[in-house]
């Protein structure tokens, strides 16, 4: 029922900026989330933030203090913000949905996938 599609993926400069935004549909619970995760080629799928219910925001430490989570009013998008990308920074990026209870930067705590937009970091 709940449906998730992500936009915004393409090639970028290094340096330059990357805003990607998730469209969710569909019903939600009380316990529902989402979350940002990315998977380069030949890497496994790893998350990148996480929004909780309560409490701070949950940010890959591999990637802590260079992506912002964030989401509209509606809390119907949910976007990840980037500056000062690097090559490091190409994957396909991710939107997944679910009602996890714990690890929220852990695929499996999921049950929901956008289709993944490709990103694209090189010069």
């Known amino acids: 029922q709940v449906h998730l599609e992500e936009s915004g993926g393409g090639s970028r400069p290094p340096g330059g900026s990357l805003r990607l935004s998730c469209v969710r549909s569909?019903?939600?619970?009380?316990?529902?989330?989402m979350a940002w995760f990315r998977q380069a080629p030949g890497k496994e799928r790893e998350g990148v933030a996480a929004?909780?219910?309560?409490?701070?925001?949950k940010y890959s430490h591999s990637v802590k203090g260079r992506f912002t989570i964030s989401q509209d009013n509606t809390k119907k998008t949910l976007f990840l913000q980037r500056d000062s990308l690097k090559p490091e920074d190409t994957a396909t990026y991710y939107c997944?949905?679910?009602?996890?209870?714990?690890?929220?930067?852990?695929?499996?705590?999921?049950?929901?996938w956008g289709q993944g937009t490709p990103v694209t970091v090189s010069s």
């Open positions: 569909g019903p939600t619970t009380g316990r529902s989330r």
């Open positions: 929004l909780p219910g309560t409490g701070p925001t």
């Open positions: 997944a949905g679910g009602s996890p209870t714990s690890k929220l930067l852990w695929p499996t705590s999921y049950r929901v």
